[in-house]
């Protein structure tokens, strides 16, 4: 199963539970029904022939209880949406989350950032935001957030310091597999529709104050209390049980990532023989508990009720020898050894990273370099899944990027001179009006920093660029409202002064503003609008133009590229995709292609992909340039590529 | 039983809304007060990293300086009373009193340390040091990232404080205790610019 078809499971999933909570939402307005009856309705209807009969319907009462109902539950669902969506950090905050600054120094604190940070530059996303739950002593983690740019981690304190740097990464590959499962996404829309059922015992709480004569409205209240806590129960059932599986879905992907199944199987082990375990101490634990990597609830419910499977059952999927013992685990281990500035690592330490070749410009891609390559078909399946290959070469790019750098990655004011570094001309002239439109669009110690934070820019291969952006973004995040908007301002001035853009760093600045815009502008989460690639066959055509135009120099050679890609795609459309002349590939065109194409399903965006790179590689190799390109792409239809692995060769 | 029927649903609508509308006041409050508290944090590790490098300055300059003792025990002194005054800050960030002595713990450092350079201009065996050179780089650099966290600070500080104080948020700030947060100001710099000293 590919990362297309799992995001289509977890959509079909989404209208399978929306279905459960009507039929659930249904019952309630029934029993809400009988309640009111019971207390306000007239059991004798007296009929025209003025008789008088027993009955149990009354149109009128069921109308106003159906519509006070809907009203309750859905303003409560929308309510508790419209809150969530402010992402991941929202929900870490509720959990009372504290951030990890980006640049801390504290030994555990920074081991669990590079864990993170090693995880997402080896999946291709941008380095999620990691919240510390400081209250809470057991271990368990979370992720939460609608995008992988919105997306949250957090870690309990007992999980950060308990664990060591493998059952960590065990943990923390399961919490990726969340965002990369579409999971989070879905866990937000059950957390919203069961505040909107919990909604019902609010308002009985309210009616239940009320007093006066013969006032039946406490009674009401009452009865609505009941009524809601019934209907939380089976909306907490619905819940366990879309997020037991979930969980082990979640394991095994770990597993798959770490390669290292002992991780996970001794982080969970350690749960187990922790007296406090993975319980959490927040009054909102409930409320997101099917968000946590193990049961944080203080009954240990288990059965239908249980959000996760048994820890015994977990850990034999994992270590089949496992004989149910657990080990002692002391819980005031609380202060561990200090760690070695130097981090141990897993295996052997690894032979210094392949130097990195430097690959030229795009502008001068297809120039027939020799550089690694690899079919274009090899790189698409690993969308999504990145492997314990993937793993290490993370690890080792992330080890052998600048110190200067990744320093300047970790605070505000440095990520953003870093952005405008990466997207500055190296034509000296170009640079020159750069710079000094940079020096209008912002002051100039951040013009000061850019120049300091260049010169090393320079040395940065093709390959490293996407994941230092990725790794800038948790710094850019810390921006101002009011900052963000100017370092908005001065990316666009950067991009436009330079005429000569090529086309990958128009994408970088495209994967930085498009992962940030959702902190700081508040816009309508986008809706999936094209089930069919008809109505997209001009975006296409605009979008795989432009790379073959990337990718070659010769006019007949830009037309074969385009070819190759474009009759995969006119096959599945059934429609001709038009081919543009190079004018016609502007930017403008370009980004509402690609803004157009986010908003199809996964397996048109799949298709698309697969006709991008055969167009890029239309000579037969994907070069590393171009494979940096397609992953560009990717990433703007929210299908994150893991780092293409410098492995084959010619 | 019709205009019964519509007065319980007319209290329980108004009721819903009212608790919803107080929830999402509070919880609004409490997003912006967290933002503050996490801007002080990028401020608080720029803070450190700059009182880290004084010390080496000084010792630097030591050796060159010997007639100026008072001047660099001035620079240790204000750095001192900087720290504390920022660890104080840091564990409560906001906190009028606490960041008003943090403003002022930090522009004496300033003044001292504009002092300390002024007095250096006259050594050229110093000026020429590289280590002093790299010191007062990565100084100049980690003051620029003070004042760009401070900015960042400074802002989310003042939608907090403007969310507390409009109507009807404000009734509410004071119901469930969210005290208002102090900004963080340095004087400009032209002020706090040292005297040249004159030989």
Known sequence: ?650 | MGTGLILIGVILVVGFFLVLFVIGIYNALVTLRNRYKNAYAQIDVQLKRRYDLIPNLVETAKGYLSHERGTLEAVIAARNAAASANTRAAQNPGDASAMKELSGAENALTGTLGRLFAVAEAYPDLKANTTMMTLMEELTSTENKVSFARQAYNDSVMAYNTRREVFPSNIFAGMFNFAPAELFVIEAAEQREAPKVKF
């Open chain 1, 1 to 650: 199963m590919d990362f297309f078809e799992r995001q289509d499971k977890a959509r079909r999933k989404t209208k399978l539970l929306v279905f459960y909570f009507i039929v659930a939402i249904c019952l309630l307005i029934l029993a809400s029904y009988a309640a009111v009856f019971a207390i306000f309705g007239r059991r004798e209807v007296i009929d025209s022939f003025g008789e008088s009969s027993f009955t149990l319907w009354q149109p009128d009462l069921f109308l106003w209880t159906t519509l006070g109902t809907l009203i309750v539950i859905g303003i409560g669902s929308a309510f508790k949406t419209a809150e969530l969506s402010k992402g991941g950090s929202a929900v870490a905050q509720m959990l009372d989350g504290r951030l990890i600054n980006s640049n801390a120094t504290e030994a555990n604190e920074r081991k669990l950032l590079n864990v993170v940070e090693e995880m997402a530059i080896a999946s291709g996303i941008p380095v999620p935001q990691v919240y510390l739950l400081e209250n809470e002593a057991g271990i368990n983690a979370f992720a939460a957030g609608h995008s992988t740019g919105d997306a949250a981690i957090g870690v309990t304190r007992g999980g950060m310091q308990m664990l060591s740097r493998d059952q960590l990464q065990g943990v923390i590959g399961h919490e990726f597999s969340h965002i990369l499962n579409g999971d989070m996404r879905l866990n937000l829309r059950l957390m919203g529709l069961i505040f909107g059922i919990l909604c019902l015992t609010v308002v009985g709480r309210v009616l239940i104050r009320t007093r006066g004569k013969k006032n039946p409205l406490p009674l009401l209240g009452l009865a609505l209390i009941v009524i809601g806590f019934v209907g939380v129960f089976f909306g907490r059932l619905i819940q366990a049980a879309v997020s037991r599986q979930r969980e082990f879905l979640a394991d095994a992907a770990s597993v798959q990532f770490t390669r290292n199944p002992d991780g996970l199987a001794g982080a969970l082990k350690k749960i187990g023989g922790l007296e406090s375990g993975s319980k959490l101490e927040s009054a909102h634990a409930q409320e997101a508990s099917h968000l946590f990597f193990a049961n944080g609830l203080r009954s240990s419910i288990s059965g239908a009720m249980a959000t996760h499977p048994p820890l015994e059952e977990r850990i034999l999927a994992l270590d089949p020898s496992f004989d149910g013992e657990f080990p002692e685990v002391a819980p005031h281990v609380a202060q561990p050894p200090p760690i070695p500035p130097v981090e141990p690592r897993r295996t052997q330490p690894p032979p210094l990273p392949p130097p990195l070749p430097i690959f030229p410009r795009a502008e001068a891609m297809g120039a027939g370099i020799i550089g690694t390559v690899v079919s274009a078909q090899a790189l698409l399946p690993d969308i999504g899944q990145p492997t314990t290959r993937h793993l290490q070469y993370a690890a080792d790019l992330r080890k052998s990027l600048p110190e200067s750098l990744k320093s300047a990655a970790r605070e505000p004011l440095g990520a953003s001179a870093l952005i405008y570094a990466l997207l500055l001309s190296n034509e000296q002239s170009a640079r020159e009006k750069q710079l000094a439109d940079l020096a209008t669009a912002t002051s100039d110690p951040i013009v000061d920093e850019t120049l300091t934070v260049w010169p090393e820019t320079q040395n940065v291969t093709m390959q490293m660029k996407i994941p230092l952006v990725d790794l800038a973004l948790p710094a850019l995040r810390q921006l101002s409202p009011a900052q963000f908007h100017e370092f908005r301002a001065a990316v666009r001035a950067l991009v436009e002064s330079d005429r000569q853009i090529d086309l990958f760093e128009y994408m970088l600045q495209k994967i930085v503003l498009r992962h940030l815009e959702p902190n700081f502008v508040h816009a309508p989460k986008p809706v999936t609008q094209y089930y069919d690639l008809k109505p997209l066959a001009a975006d296409c055509g605009v979008l795989l133009s432009a790379m073959a135009y990337a990718g070659q120099e010769d006019p007949a050679q830009v037309e074969a590229a385009f070819a190759r890609g474009a009759q995969l795609l006119s096959r599945i459309a059934k429609t001709e995709i038009p081919f543009l002349p190079k004018a016609d590939c502007d930017l403008p065109r370009l980004d509402n292609a690609l803004g157009r194409l986010a908003l199809s399903v996964p397996q048109i965006k799949k298709n698309v992909l697969n006709a991008c790179a055969e167009t890029v590689a239309a000579d037969g190799l994907l070069q590393g340039s171009e494979a940096e390109l397609l992953r560009a792409i990717a990433d703007s239809l929210d299908c994150p590529i893991p780092p293409f692995i410098p492995s084959a060769s010619v």
